[in-house]
């Protein structure tokens, strides 16, 4: 059993940045991967950032350039350093995890999530 619990969401004005964190507890055999999902209301959750076990990465196309996904295996914790945020980045954020490849990245075959957490950027 995988248990994931982000922190670090909060409020940001337009172009500033935040540093979302999740700790995760318990082991993925096999390999692994661990990725960054937001949601807003009355939309499909999307993915933002993954990241597998070898360390190879994935960014969808919007943030390429000014989000980093990264782990420190150390400490059982995977980051998302945002920068440069703007409005359309508000959302609430979750850390998800499943087991293998990342795969098309798709928010269903993702087994294992945390609880959220909110990220909101003022213009």
């Known amino acids: 059993q995988v248990q994931l619990v982000e922190s670090g969401g909060g409020s940001v004005q337009a172009g500033g940045s935040l540093r979302l964190s999740c700790a995760a507890s318990?082991?993925?055999?096999?390999?692994?991967?661990m990725g960054w999902f937001r949601q807003v209301p009355g939309k499909e959750r999307e993915g933002v950032a993954f990241?597998?076990?070898?360390?190879?990465?994935n960014y969808r196309d919007s943030v390429k350039g000014r989000f980093t996904i990264s782990q420190d295996n150390a400490k059982n914790t995977l980051y998302l350093q945002m920068n440069s945020l703007k409005s359309e980045d508000t959302a609430m954020y979750y850390c998800?995890?499943?087991?293998?490849?990342?795969?098309?990245?798709?928010?269903?075959?993702?087994?294992?999530w945390g609880q959220g957490t909110q990220v909101t950027v003022s213009s």
């Open positions: 998800a995890a499943k087991r293998y490849s990342c795969g098309s990245g798709s928010w269903p075959y993702f087994t294992y």
């Open positions: 318990g082991y993925l055999y096999g390999g692994y991967c």
């Open positions: 990241i597998n076990s070898d360390g190879s990465t």
